[in-house]
């Protein structure tokens, strides 16, 4: 779901800090002869405290509408709990909502309610079934099974690293030459290279770790060498990106888990399960 124009929905009468702000429009900002002043009504878009001032209007009317605040992140809402079978959750990124619920009518029922609510309270555009959230395509299997992956990044990855289209094979992350305590040969890859070229292709990387576990090893290690970089090193960039092209089609996936099978506890926490194959 998301909020439209949210920061205009602080009222200046709720801020912790209420004062007047006026603005002075020219002739021809405001169409007027001589120009004219306007008033905020709200600690709007512009203001220093717009951000803060929306938090605490979203938490309130969260809280009004019997959402708890996580212990584990402030942006993070919850209502219901599993055990009563109507538990829903809602992640909050300034004005955009991601709302999650139990697969029960009870849950259903409570997620439609807070739509209405939210309905009454702000202008708001809902959307039930999500493709895609910021550049991660999400896909929902027959068995339940979520599975996400970037295909736009690896579009950019490819058209940056391998310009006429042809990506050689590689099935493990991590460049075969590079030794992760940097006890390495002193050979002609041992030159140095340009380290803001390096930081640049490193950089267009390091998105893709939202979906690929995988990597987060490699992108590590190659991190730590942006001060000096080698050109073993900038090599090791071509590798983990040929690396993420031959394998372009593995999804990052979730999986539906019932409780009795060590799902969602009791309690509300979810019990992850990882797996990562880097067969080297």
Avoid at 61 to 70: A, H, I, K, W, Y
Avoid at 134 to 160: D, F
Avoid at 166 to 194: C, F, M, R, W
Avoid at 219 to 232: D, M
Wanted: aromatic share 10%; net charge negative; glycine share 6%.
């Amino acid at each position: 779901s998301d909020v439209e124009n949210c920061f205009t929905h602080n009222k200046m009468t709720d801020a912790r800090f209420p004062r007047r702000i006026i603005i002075y429009l020219d002739e021809y900002e405001s169409g007027q002869v001589g120009g004219m002043y306007r008033e905020f009504q709200s600690v709007s878009y512009g203001t220093a405290d717009a951000s803060s001032e929306w938090y605490l209007t979203l938490k309130r009317n969260m809280l009004s509408m019997g959402f708890q605040v996580s212990i584990y992140h402030p942006c993070l809402f919850y209502k219901g709990t599993p055990s009563t079978k109507d538990f829903i959750m809602v992640s909050v990124a300034t004005d955009d909502f991601i709302r999650l619920n139990q697969p029960t009518e009870a849950a259903r029922a409570s997620m439609q309610q807070f739509k209405d609510d939210l309905d009454a309270r702000w202008p708001m555009k809902h959307e039930d079934e999500v493709t895609e959230i910021l550049g991660v395509k999400i896909v929902r299997t027959a068995t339940g099974t979520l599975q996400c992956t970037q295909p736009t990044e690896l579009k950019k990855i490819e058209a940056l690293f391998f310009p006429g289209g042809s990506v050689p094979e590689v099935l493990v992350p991590l460049y075969p030459h590079i030794q992760s305590d940097g006890n390495e040969l002193k050979d002609a890859e041992q030159v140095s290279t340009p380290s803001s070229k390096y930081r640049s292709l490193l950089g267009s990387l390091q998105y893709m770790r939202c979906t690929r576990i995988d990597i987060l090893d490699t992108l590590s290690i190659l991190a730590e060498r942006s001060n000096v970089p080698r050109l073993r090193d900038k090599h090791a960039l071509y590798w983990l990106a040929a690396y993420l092209l031959t394998s372009r089609l593995v999804p990052m996936c979730f999986h539906p888990v019932s409780y009795e099978d060590g799902g969602v506890t009791a309690d509300g926490v979810l019990q992850w399960s990882l797996f990562s194959d880097c067969s080297w």
